[in-house]
């Protein structure tokens, strides 16, 4: 049985580094076929599954997402159009370090409408579509929130304000009795003078 079982291991193990052999050759064949096309009528093509990329960040740990976003800015900086894409996922990513839906939005809109003949699988051109969606949503959420926010805020100062205004008037009274009592005090002694006087 542990015969079978090691040639079954061994066979399966020379069948998947088969599959990658061939899968690494036909890349290599795509690439070569993409330099050799004139710039004119070169359309770019990705080979990162977004979907796949995205759960992959999911599992990786802060200093794994700080390296991670130093690669893809350095790979954007030197011209890569997947890095762009990738950066934007790290900004959507909620535990990332750069989280950052405003960027992430305008940095999506920017790929979209600079690299128009950036080819996408249709699965990633549903994950973008979605990602878009959840963007949208996300700031449109947030948005609710500040003029909820802005709104809780008039509604204090406005309350503060009031409050403050009372305070004044309940103070000035206080600074009228205060007054009045004084005054009521020296006409007393004026008129004991004045009873004590007329004796």
């Known amino acids: 049985m542990n015969l079978t079982l090691s040639k079954f291991t061994i066979n399966y193990r020379f069948k998947f580094n088969k599959a990658i052999f061939i ?107 979605l990602l878009k969606d959840q963007l949208n949503q996300q700031l449109y959420l947030f948005q609710q929130m500040m003029n909820q926010e802005l709104a809780h805020d008039t509604q204090t100062a406005k309350y503060h304000i009031k409050e403050k205004k009372q305070l004044n008037k309940i103070a000035a009274l206080e600074l009228t009795v205060t007054q009045l009592t004084k005054k009521i005090i020296q006409l007393k002694k004026i008129e004991q003078t004045i009873s004590e006087h007329g004796q």
């Open 23 to 129: 899968l690494l050759i036909s890349l290599c064949i795509s690439a070569c076929q993409n330099i050799q096309n004139s710039p004119n009528t070169l359309i770019a093509t990705n080979t990162v599954n977004f979907g796949q990329y995205y759960l992959a960040l999911k599992n990786l740990s802060d200093s794994e997402l700080q390296s991670e976003i130093e690669q893809q800015r350095l790979k954007k900086s030197q011209g890569s159009i997947e890095a762009g894409i990738n950066l934007i996922l790290l900004y959507s990513l909620p535990n990332s370090p750069i989280h950052n839906v405003y960027s992430a939005k305008s940095q999506l809109n920017k790929q979209l409408k600079v690299h128009k003949n950036y080819y996408l699988s249709s699965a990633d051109q549903a994950f973008i579509s």
